[in-house]
């Protein structure tokens, strides 16, 4: 599978249906403010004033639809989804770092693992059924607890949900179906016009032609893939001694 920077309104959507509009629209905002700051910095990268033009358009379109009933339907299956993309991006993180250990001596291994990698949420499904046949193809080289035959039957079950990922629904209100493919796809259009201005922001940091701080040009609030913040599990010692402390604590005698 080749990478390509070309995303079509069904890979928009795809991207956009994991985020949040609201969310959406202020890290645009955000990303509007410092591209018109850096904007003379910018253009040597191909984000000039025109192309801004274009982005700020695809803006305007997108608050326009924010405000409509389409929000109500994708904040409700906003949640689901996410938990979907997260299990994915999880097999991704499972599945490469197994290939990475072989990789390590073996060169032509970690060339097709990193073109197979998928690069966001729209190349998911060939990510992971690329990445499900390097794997499949490896299995021998590979120990017993890689778990690698758990890894496949998961990589079926996951391209599947993605496949049948809700999106394309009604309101409760009979709303048509459009609305909410359109926030979608400009959710997923905005992220990608913003992912690709902090790429370009931070070349320019490094080769000198801007001054400003990389962390400027990442994403705020938007999540890039995968889930970014996962409960930490309690240490058992400290689970143990807090418990050990709740019930040997000496009771207070009357004075």
Known sequence: MSKTNFLNDTHLSIVGRRHGSDLVALEAAEASARWGRDEAALAGYGFGASVRMD???????????????????????????????????????????????????????????????????????????????ILASVKARLPADAQVDQRLSEATQLAAELGSSPGYVHTSKGQAVSDTVQIDVLDGKLYIWIRELNKAGRRAIRNGHLQASSQDYVFHHLKRSGNTSPQQPVPPATATATAATSTTAPAQTAS
């Open 55 to 133: 982005y700020e358009a695809d803006r305007t379109k997108h608050e326009t639809l924010r405000v409509s009933q389409a929000m109500a339907t994708k904040k409700l299956s906003l949640a689901a989804r996410d938990e979907q993309v997260s299990r994915a991006w999880a097999w991704v993180d499972r599945v490469t770092s197994t290939l990475d250990v072989l990789g390590l001596t073996d060169d032509a291994l970690t060339t097709q693992a990193h073109t197979a990698k998928p690069e966001d949420d729209a190349g998911l499904v060939a990510g992971i059924q690329a990445l499900a046949n």
